[in-house]
Structure formats: structure tokens, C-alpha cells
């Protein structure tokens, strides 16, 4: 292994810990002796990546921007906008699925965190929703608050991604379940 492999490994190993810790234990709870310990390298080796506890996060909760990013241009390259929302639900589901600890960091450790990473949520948060208006407003609906329609399909796709990390035994299908969100939103439910 190279002197950069290395280090990459280092680092990501630094990352995987602090991802489970954080899950597990919330922010404040997690100490960087923690990290350090289940990532099996030294104290120092913490400080030649991160300045702080803050900075790992951080560092993690980019990550995440990064995939949502990637996740919207994808979204953006569907044709209609309920295939585009299909997508979007479903791409969301399939990430919870295969990062649920990043997912509980930014779900449920949002009070945990300083300022500065609040912002991030926020920025995040807003980001998915502008993201959904956008596509609502471009695909021609005449809604008269098409934000309100984009928060409302947020607020169930965030909801059903909560349930979803709350309870890990309960049965999950991102297709099925982003689906179900999908016809919800543009049909309601159907009468008898």
C-alpha cells in the first residue's frame, strides 16, 4: 500500500468511526478518544485530518450535501415531474439505505451541533425543497404556492425516511415505499 493509500485509509477509517459514534451516541456524547480508539490509530493521527469533533462532523455532513447534490442532477435528467419525484424519493430511500448512520446524524442530531452546523442543516434542508420547487414550477403546474407543494412532498419523503431509521426492522422498499410516497402526492387517496 502506497504512502497514500495510506493515509486515505487513515482517514477513512477516522470517518467510519466517527459516523458509527456519532450515531450511536449523538454528538456531545462522542469524544474524539472514542473515534480515535474504534478506528484503531493514534490521537495524533485525529488532528493531522480534523481540527476538532466539529470538523469530522462536518466533514461527514458534506459528504451527504454531496450525495443530495448528485441525487438532484440525476432527478433532473428524468422527463415528467412525477417520474422526476419517483426518482428523487427513491434515490433518498436508497441512500437511508445504504448510509443509515449518516442518515441518523443528520436527522436526529441537529440540536446537538453549533451554530455554524446548523446552518449546514438548514442550507441542506432548504436545498431539497428548492430542488422539488423548481422541478414543480418547470414541469408547468399552476399552483399558486408551489414551495408549500414541495414542502409537503419533502415533509412525507423525510417523514417515511425518519420512520425508516427509527424503526431498522421494520419492512423497507425505497422503490415501493417512494412509490406509495409518489401516488400519494399527485392522486391522494383514493375513495372506496
Known sequence: MSREDK????KNRLLDAARRSFAEKGF???TVDEIVDRA???KGTFYLY??????VFKELVELLE????????KMRQEKDLED????FAKGYFSLLEDNRDLARIGL???????????KFFIRLQTFQVDSIKEEIIAAGFILEEPRKAALAFVGMVNYFAAHYVLNPDRPFSPEKDARFVVDLFF??????
Open 7 to 10: 493515509k486515505r485509509d487513515k
Open 28 to 30: 456531545r456524547k462522542t
Open 40 to 42: 484503531q490509530v493514534a
Open 50 to 55: 480534523f481540527k476538532n469533533k466539529e470538523s
Open 66 to 73: 454531496r450525495r443530495y447534490k448528485s441525487l438532484r442532477e
Open 84 to 87: 422526476k419525484l419517483y426518482f
Open 108 to 118: 436526529f442530531n441537529f440540536d446537538h451541533v453549533d451554530e455554524s452546523l446548523k
Open 187 to 192: 392522486k391522494g387517496i383514493p375513495a372506496k
